[in-house]
T-cell receptor
Framework: DAKTTQPPSMDCAEGRAANLPCNHSTISGNEYVYWYRQIHSQGPQYIIHGLKNNETNEMASLIITEDRKSSTLILPHATLRDTAVYYCIVRVFYTGANSKLTFGKGITLSVRP | NAGVMQNPRHLVRRRGQEARLRCSPMKGHSHVYWYRQLPEEGLKFMVYLQKENIIDESGMPKERFSAEFPKEGPSILRIQQVVRGDSAAYFC??????????????FGDGTRLSIL
């Protein structure tokens, strides 16, 4: 699976949009981008995933560049409860036996009042 | 619609004892994954199971650790003769879909294992 690069941390003000970047310059055409977050001491929470089109759900939007070498997770109106470590993970979708997720260090988002 | 259920939430064992961690996947999910998070470290994959089959155990320590996902009942991660280094949070995830699927994994809230 392609490796991802995320800055170690960022912060944003409550109520503002949080834009979390992720680089995956070696991504292959059959690899999806997944985003998870882990709030302190809890299990990772699935947020969103996509292949090449932009995706939106009730939690967030995922913007993938045309060349697919990077993506941005957007939390439109960040709240204090969004403070967490966010993981960007790239995974081949037709993996069969090899469908594990490989977590990196992620990016720590701190939402300030 | 219940999520992935793990129990116990906290487990304390003495060195040399056995630890059994249970995971009930989401309804309709036939794929189960176990991950371990050591203190101050990231999540590491351990094992991937489908009903009655181990598909990928490349992340499992070679000794003392085993996992199963029987036809009926929860998936079990078993650690024999525990040592202090086994102290960690153990997370289970499940997903739907076939073997070749982009469906996301959904995680439980983990079992915190402490070894005295």
């Amino acid at each position: 699976d392609a490796k991802t690069t995320q800055p170690p941390s960022m912060d944003c003000a409550e109520g503002r949009a949080a834009n979390l970047p992720c680089n995956h310059s070696t991504i292959s055409g059959n690899e999806y981008v997944y985003w998870y977050r882990q709030i302190h001491s809890q299990g990772p929470q699935y947020i969103i995933h996509g292949l090449k089109n932009n995706e939106t759900n009730e939690m967030a939007s995922l913007i993938i560049t045309e060349d697919r070498k990077s993506s941005t997770l957007i939390l439109p109106h960040a709240t204090l409860r969004d403070t967490a470590v966010y993981y960007c993970i790239v995974r081949v979708f037709y993996t069969g036996a090899n469908s594990k997720l490989t977590f990196g260090k992620g990016i720590t988002l701190s939402v300030r009042p | 619609n219940a999520g992935v259920m793990q129990n116990p939430r906290h487990l304390v064992r003495r060195r040399g004892q056995e630890a059994r961690l249970r995971c009930s996947p989401m309804k309709g999910h036939s794929h189960v994954y176990w991950y371990r998070q050591l203190p101050e470290e990231g999540l590491k994959f351990m094992v991937y199971l489908q009903k009655e089959n181990i598909i990928d155990e490349s992340g499992m320590p070679k000794e003392r650790f085993s996992a199963e996902f029987p036809k009926e009942g929860p998936s079990i991660l078993r650690i024999q003769q525990v040592v202090r280094g086994d102290s960690a949070a153990y997370f289970c995830a499940s997903r739907s879909g076939g073997s070749y699927s982009n469906q996301p994994q959904h995680f439980g809230d983990g079992t915190r294992l402490s070894i005295l």
